[in-house]
């Protein structure tokens, strides 16, 4: 079973800064079933690329995600005071279907 | 636009069971698949299940398959999802969300707000 490990668990930053995130897979995966999710305390997560790289239809520019094979990033190029959340990774894969990594919370420095 | 309400979830003791459902709207719900994903307090996301838009194909996490049965009803709109001999480690927040697959992928593009299960004596 393929394992997503997510670094740093938590990332402190200020406002402006750029911000990076990793997922790895314990073994190679298809780019196309990566993707990357926001979560907000007491909301809902919230899809913000797919297919490793493709940013869902709304999502400011500033995030952009890349990889592939076993490593991959998201990036937020400059940090808006809305984007202190937690990102998850996520792989589409054969059983279990769904794999999620265990987060990295992004705070505020 | 698309809107997804969980409700069902609340108090139950260790050994009970539950019965959440997710009504859904504002996309043709008939044709496309459905997941639940659980967060317990503090702790990451957990995929549960998913199902096709008829219904006929099914995935568990293999962690909870027997216990739990996704199901679903195209006519009124609503996933469900059945919860029994439940733990105190099944206490969450459950989410529905839809998946969006294209080409053999998938992946969560909506997701409800989220019903929390309290298992607890």
């Known amino acids: 079973e393929i394992v997503l490990t997510q670094s740093p668990g938590t990332l402190s930053l200020s406002p402006g800064e750029r911000a990076t995130l990793s997922c790895r897979a314990s073994?190679?995966?298809?780019?196309?079933?990566l993707a990357w999710y926001q979560q907000k305390p007491g909301q809902a997560p919230r899809l913000l690329i797919y297919g490793a790289s493709s940013r869902v239809t709304g999502i400011p520019d500033r995030f952009s995600g890349s990889g592939s094979g076993t490593d991959f990033i998201l990036t937020i190029s400059r940090l808006e005071p809305e984007d202190f959340a937690v990102y998850y990774c996520q792989y589409y894969g054969d059983s279990p279907r769904y794999i999620f990594g265990q987060g990295t919370k992004l705070e505020i420095k | 636009q698309v809107q997804l309400v969980e409700s069902g979830g609340g108090l139950v003791k260790p050994g009970g069971s539950l019965r959440l459902s997710c009504a859904a709207s504002?996309?043709?719900?008939?044709?496309?698949?459905m997941s639940w994903v659980r967060q317990a307090s503090g702790k990451g996301l957990e995929w549960i299940s998913y199902?096709?838009?008829?219904?006929?194909?099914?995935y568990y996490a293999e962690s909870l398959k027997g216990r739990f049965t996704i199901s679903r009803d195209n006519a009124k709109n609503v996933l469900y999802l059945q919860m029994s001999s439940l733990r105190a480690e099944d206490a969450a927040v459950y989410y529905c969300a839809r998946d969006h697959c294209s080409k053999g992928v998938c992946y969560q593009d909506y997701w409800g707000q989220g019903t929390p299960v309290t298992v607890s004596s």
């Open positions: 199902i096709s838009g008829s219904g006929t194909t099914i």
């Open positions: 073994q190679r995966v298809n780019s196309g079933s």
């Open positions: 504002g996309f043709t719900f008939s044709d496309d698949y």
